[in-house]
């Protein structure tokens, strides 16, 4: 009969556990209030302390019922798309079914979107019954959001005990920024099929450039005999060194090449000092809009099949498709991983894109309001010659115009809508 019990021991550690995380917090300290209560009314003989245990413990008991019940649900979460665009509704649906042979009891099905929760009370389902919840996530930004993971949930309405189940794993929904087509507007811009000629000499390429006397080792393939036949010197052919169409955008993730517009029309001390909200807003309105400008740059350039980079002072962005690279995108801000601003501004900027794509033909500087001239002219001094630059300024509202200080044309972009125009403007 003895050798029959169970020892406490050989009850599993994971099932105590989740016994104990039944009881929330506030259940616990229920629990601290009925013990204190009954040990300070039997000391002391005082009954009031006698019945606040009494109460304290008469509400854990009641709490009980609500969360038993088994849990025999399958739960499918769906998305209708895991990308939608900025100020599009993402619409999903979260679906019930009871997978046993026995009826169960109401539950409440919780479903974490990002930082919210959305709750759907799902009723008593028979065997084999289903119910179906639709809802809808708007999307006032970009980001990329977590949906779920869904989770069944009994408890009672003083949250005292609370017991949960994870029925459906989460998904990943991508908030893209919004971006223009440019179509005509980039083929300027974005079109060579056979490379684009540079300052740099080459014994053997596509661009002719002119006659030199022979040395030797050189390709006797080149020698031009026309030449030889007239004045009795070889002569080989020169040429321009080509490059492929390699198309780098670059945006800036300083906080502080966002904001405010330097001004020397009015003195300093004279100017209005923006509230900092106002200056927070005015920051992340060029951000989103400069974000939107490398976007449909980016876009453009993957559409046309142009060899891409899209960096930042951190990190360069995966470019393999539209989706890829709108994905990347969808999750920028203009903090570091570390939380902190980048002390990196287009200067630095520009030095990355050196190193890392020092063969590109055309590099596009996007940044805020904030960047002075100086640091324009500055960035394009440090980019390997030969290469065409052009800087964006993003400030919402303004007039759209085109600039250039020296070979590199500077365009502001007021509005997204501004942007095709603007490209042909500067390719005219």
Not at 107 to 116: D, K, N, T
Request: glycine share 8%; charged share 20%; hydrophobic share 45%.
């Amino acid at each position: 009969m003895l050798a029959s019990v169970a020892p406490l021991s050989a009850v599993p550690l994971s099932a105590v556990r989740e016994r104990l995380r039944t009881v929330t917090g506030f259940g616990r300290a229920l629990v601290v209030v009925g013990v204190l209560g009954l040990i300070i009314g039997r000391w002391l003989g005082w009954q009031e302390f006698t019945a606040l245990a009494a109460v304290a413990l008469a509400l854990l008991a009641l709490a009980v019922p609500f969360v038993l019940g088994r849990n025999g649900y399958d739960v499918r979460l769906d998305l209708g798309s895991n990308r939608v665009v900025v100020g599009e509704q993402a619409v999903g649906q979260v679906s019930v079914r009871n997978a046993s042979r026995r009826a169960l009891l109401p539950v409440r099905i919780e479903l974490p979107v990002g930082a919210g929760l959305a709750a759907f009370q799902v009723p008593r389902l028979a065997a084999d019954g289903s119910h179906d919840d639709l809802f809808v996530i708007p999307t006032r930004r970009r980001a990329v959001l977590v949906v779920g993971p869904v989770r069944s949930v009994r408890g009672d309405p003083l949250g005292l005990l609370r017991r949960s189940r994870e029925n459906a794993p989460a998904v990943t929904l991508f908030v893209h920024p919004r971006t223009v087509r440019l179509d005509g507007s980039a083929t300027g811009l974005l079109r060579d099929l056979e490379g684009t000629p540079t300052a740099h000499l080459s014994s053997d390429d596509m661009s002719f450039h002119a006659l030199r006397q022979y040395v030797p080792g050189d390709d006797l393939r080149n020698v031009h005999w026309r030449s030889f036949a007239r004045t009795g010197t070889v002569m080989v052919r020169q040429f321009e060194q080509t490059r492929r169409s390699h198309v780098a955008v670059a945006l800036s993730r300083n906080p502080a090449d966002y904001g405010t517009a330097p001004s020397s029309a009015e003195p300093a001390a004279a100017a209005r000092k923006p509230h900092a909200d106002e200056s927070a807003d005015e920051s992340a309105d060029q951000f989103e809009l400069a974000i939107s400008v490398c976007g449909s740059i980016g876009l453009q350039a993957v559409l046309d099949e142009k060899q891409l980079t899209v960096l930042t002072q951190e990190k360069v962005m995966p470019v393999e498709n539209a989706a890829r690279l709108l994905d990347g995108l969808a999750g920028l801000d203009r903090e570091g991983a570390n939380g902190t601003g980048s002390a990196r501004d287009v200067v630095h900027l520009a030095r990355h894109i050196g190193r890392i794509v020092p063969n590109a033909s055309v590099v596009v500087l996007v940044f805020g309001a904030a960047v002075e001239p100086a640091r324009i002219r500055a960035a394009c001094r440090v980019l390997p010659q030969g290469i065409r630059v052009i800087a964006v300024r993003c400030v919402p509202g303004a007039a759209l115009a085109r600039g250039s200080m020296g070979a590199t044309d500077v365009l502001t972009v007021g509005d997204l809508s501004d942007l095709p125009l603007g490209l042909r403007r500067v390719i005219a």
